[in-house]
């Protein structure tokens, strides 16, 4: 479906001299700095998969995402997408595809929203059954009458994004790029284009690449991560897996019946003494949540337990800093 | 067939919505409109004075009111916005979207100038044809062949002047600015397009450089042969002049597309 080898991508950028001398010499000589956005990546994707691209700004993600949609010209390497190389056959690939960049527009700005729908359906000569049996969809899922007509430019960035969103799936691609789509959405918005999400890859079995700065999108969206960072991939795997591997640190909340100003532990240590609620810190190496617990409840009376997961960013960050 | 009749919807639509666009703001039509009448006023009345004082003697008042008139309804086809747009997307990073819709980078800025055109047409150079009908005056062309080779050339006119600016637009793709080459030509070009004066009244060194380039195609060559200043005789010249122009311009795009768009930075993320 979509296979990526060894792509890398290298900007030339302009070292500017600061100060008023340096603006002066910058009319005559400039220096350029080369920056390798994306070096030597290769990864496949599969029909009806969907993908989570992670890492830091500037790790390249973005650029990743305009190669494969065809935007960018890459360096070296090449990307097969259906079968084609997208930035060289940028018309029929874009039949095929669709992107959404969550800070910017494709609809048009100054028009109704259902003026944008509307050019889409001649733009990629969309079969009329086809198009109101998707339309009709969108409608139901997304509730777009409540603002169909009105003018793009007044739509609020939840309610632009899932126009955003239909208008990109009207033409049944086969693949669709999202490029950070929940930027700047409160909980409720960003929980709707998510359950929206993953009903039309399931629905649909379109092909989904998100990058996402928040891990939320992406461990609720995502059945496989790659991590990049400096334009390098340094994790590619389930997203269980890196929980497994990485999220050896645990926390258990003990809320115990009596107050106990001391308690042994068989392993961990108390990370938070709030009287009866305890915050139990331990490695899972060291045991079980199980038998902490039964250790525990032989000695204490104990009203209630919760266990919980380290937090991905954590994770990620781990990786981050140790490497794998 | 199909296919066809299928681009060519695709075409007319989106040339329509950016036609739409420009209806949105109802305030800069009215201003506009209004400054296209006060120009062309002061341009009948200067010429009108400076006929009157026998300054020139090979052209009548109404000869130059005619050139004058005809100068303002053209250049609202031939004056193509394609280098400020590519900027504009460029600067913004909103290119992205030109190059991942179905349709080629080129035919969108040319339906986008096309739009402009058509719309330009509608609101400003209708209402000011037919105020200049009816209180300056007009002369008809001599010949209906006259009048279809105006038209032709105009056209013409039209594809060269987007060519010329959509190639500066690409030289921003290396620059990310092309607004001063865009200037730059623009000035040059008001000279050698013959905008506000007929060849006949340049001095010959002028005359001769404008000839050569192909902006006379856009005011000059087009009203002239409406005038029928050039006669019907020098009318297939013209035409393969400008045949070749535009052959001329779209080997060059073609030499410099791949080139430039290879260098596709986007801004913004």
Known sequence: MIEVVNLSKTFRVLE????????????FSRDYRYVDAVRDISFTVKQGEM????????????????MLSGI???????????????????????????????????????????????????MYRIPEKIYKQNLDEFMEFLELEEFWSRPVRQLSLGQRMRAEISVSLLHNPEVIYLDEPTIGMDAVAKERIRQFLINTNKSRNVTLIITSHDMADIEKLCSRVIIIDHGQIVYEGDFDEIRHRYGRERTMVVEFGEEYPEI?????????????????????????????ITTLGKKYVIKDVSIQEAEIESIIREIYEHGM | MAGVIGTFRTYTTFTLYFLKTRFVYRASFWINLGFSFLFLLMQVYLWKALLGAGTFTDTTAS????????????????????????????????????????????????????GSAFSSF?????????????FVGVNPPPSLLHFLGFVLLTLGGLIISFYTSYIIGLVAFYTMKAEYIDWLVSTIRSFLSGRYLPFWLYP??????????????????????????????????????????????????????????????????
């Open chain 1, 16 to 27: 500017g001299k600061t100060g008023f001398v340096g603006a002066v010499k910058n009319l």
């Open chain 1, 51 to 66: 993908l989570g691209l992670i890492g830091p700004n500037g790790a390249g993600k973005s650029t990743t995402i305009k």
């Open chain 1, 72 to 122: 960018l010209m890459p360096t070296s390497g090449k990307a097969l997408v259906n079968g084609i190389e997208p930035y060289k056959n940028r018309q029929e690939n874009a039949m095929k595809v669709s992107v959404v960049f969550g800070q910017r527009t494709k609809l048009w700005w100054d028009l109704p929203c259902y003026e944008s729908f509307e050019l889409h359906r001649v």
């Open chain 1, 264 to 292: 042994e532990l068989p392993y961990g240590t108390v990370i938070k003494d709030e009287g009866l609620k305890k915050s139990i810190r331990f490695l899972r190496d060291q045991g079980t949540a199980i038998d902490l």
């Open chain 2, 63 to 114: 000869e130059m009111i005619t050139y004058v008139v005809l100068a303002g309804v053209i250049r609202n086809f031939v004056g193509s916005g394609a280098a400020y747009a590519i900027e504009d997307r460029l600067l913004s990073g909103d290119i992205v979207f030109d190059f991942i819709r179905p349709l080629s980078f080129r035919v969108q800025m040319l339906l986008n100038d096309l």
């Open chain 2, 122 to 134: 509608l609101l400003q150079s209708a209402p000011l044809l037919a105020g200049a009908l009816l």
């Open chain 2, 204 to 269: 010959g060194w002028l005359r001769a450089i404008a000839e050569l380039a192909p902006f006379k195609l856009m005011f000059y060559t087009p009203i002239s042969v409406y005038m029928g200043r050039t006669p019907l005789s020098e009318l297939p010249e013209a035409l393969l002049t400008m045949v070749v122009w535009i052959l001329i311009l779209v080997t060059v795009e073609f030499m410099l597309w791949k080139k430039t768009t290879n260098r596709l930075v986007v801004q913004g993320g």
